[in-house]
């Protein structure tokens, strides 16, 4: 039941910044992870980050020194601060809340990032 809504994205050139934040309509407390995925024009959707609900992190490696990822349980919320984008980094990028079973796994929309070179 859980709602998630991406933003932040946008076009950016090659090694600028973006940060993104996903607001849930509920709490984020209870899940075992949030993360952000992304997903490229004729790539399969790959996970980016992900932060677990005691606070331990996960990156792909491609993006790690590059993103962080953070959450606000206050206020229902995880970010991702991209930084050093590169072209290679342009993709849908979309929010995830895992609740530990399938049922209770939420999905965003997705909001595009576009990096130039």
């Known amino acids: 039941q859980l709602q998630l809504v991406e933003s932040g994205g946008g076009f950016v050139q090659a090694g600028g910044s973006l940060k993104l934040s996903c607001a849930a309509s509920?709490?984020?407390?209870?899940?075992?992870?949030m993360g952000w995925y992304r997903q490229a024009p004729g790539k399969q959707r790959e996970l980016v980050a992900l932060i677990t609900n005691y606070g331990s992190t996960n990156y792909e490696i491609s993006v790690k020194g590059r993103f962080t990822i953070a959450r606000d349980p206050a206020k229902n919320t995880v970010f991702l601060q991209m930084d050093s984008l590169k072209p290679e980094d342009t993709a849908v990028y979309y929010c995830?809340?895992?609740?530990?079973?399938?049922?209770?796994?939420?999905w965003g929309k997705g909001t595009l990032v576009t990096v130039s070179s």
């Open positions: 509920g709490s984020i407390f209870g899940f075992v992870s």
């Open positions: 995830n809340a895992d609740g530990g079973i399938r049922s209770l796994n939420y």
